[in-house]
């Protein structure tokens, strides 16, 4: 297997895993939040994850803007977020996106 399609399934898997993770936190709780301001949004951003260091993030409209296109259309988010990981031996990218409501991202499922 190649190294970079093993580093891709990788990524791949751990979006996922944050993505399920995202929505049990969404369905456990009984009211409704408003997605988060920009500047929680990007506190949300790990220094280290999987033991990768952070090397880019995109925040704001470009993130949003590079979060909509991972998926090819528009999925209705309001904010988002792309973050870089890398060290000498590995590569990861972690893409984040929040919906309107909790009903928008149930709907995206």
């Known amino acids: 297997m190649k190294k970079s399609y093993l580093l891709t399934l990788v990524a791949a898997a751990l979006f996922l895993v944050l993505m399920g993770a995202g929505f ?11 997605p988060p301001t920009a500047t929680a949004a990007e506190a949300a951003i790990r220094p280290v994850l999987g033991g990768l260091p952070l090397v880019e993030t995109v925040t704001g409209n470009e993130g949003l803007a590079q979060v909509s296109r991972m998926h090819g259309k528009d999925v209705g988010l309001v904010r988002g977020y792309v973050a870089q990981y890398a060290d000498n031996k590995a590569r990861a990218t972690l893409w984040v996106g929040w919906a309107e409501s909790e009903a928008a991202a149930q709907a995206l499922t």
């Open 24 to 34: 049990w936190d969404v369905l456990q709780g009984d009211e409704e939040s408003p």
